[in-house]
């Protein structure tokens, strides 16, 4: 089955950058689009950026100019770059992932990792 490992999350103080990273344990010729989303207590997950299988990149995030979405498909790896962090975005970070027909078009989800902001 398909698993992803989310990593990089910690304790960041305002203004400073943080760098997700996901680990696929199947090629990413088995994706066509991943996603990353977070949620904070309390609050539904919200999507915060996407990538296609072509590489076509989508922030759904009012805050988009501070996140960039990149995959590395050598290493099956896809990351979240996050500048200029602020307080409100304290969230657990998941990774998501939407599998080809090989994989029966099934949808994947990571555990998660916390990224907390301090002031």
């Known amino acids: 089955q398909v698993q992803l490992v989310e990593s990089g999350g910690g304790l960041v103080q305002a203004g400073g950058s943080l760098r997700l990273s996901c680990a696929l344990s199947?090629?990413?010729?088995?994706?066509?689009?991943m996603g990353w989303y977070r949620q904070a207590p309390g609050k539904q997950r919200e999507l915060v950026a996407s990538i296609t299988d072509y590489g076509k990149t989508s922030y759904e995030d009012s805050a988009k100019d501070r996140f960039t979405i990149s995959r590395d498909n050598g290493k099956n790896t896809l990351y979240l770059q996050i500048d200029n962090l602020n307080p409100e975005d304290t969230a657990v970070y998941y990774c998501?992932?939407?599998?080809?027909?090989?994989?029966?078009?099934?949808?994947?989800w990571g555990q998660g990792t916390q990224v907390t902001v301090s002031s």
């Open positions: 998501n992932a939407k599998g080809t027909r090989s994989l029966r078009s099934d949808e994947f």
């Open positions: 199947v090629s990413m010729l088995s994706i066509y689009e």
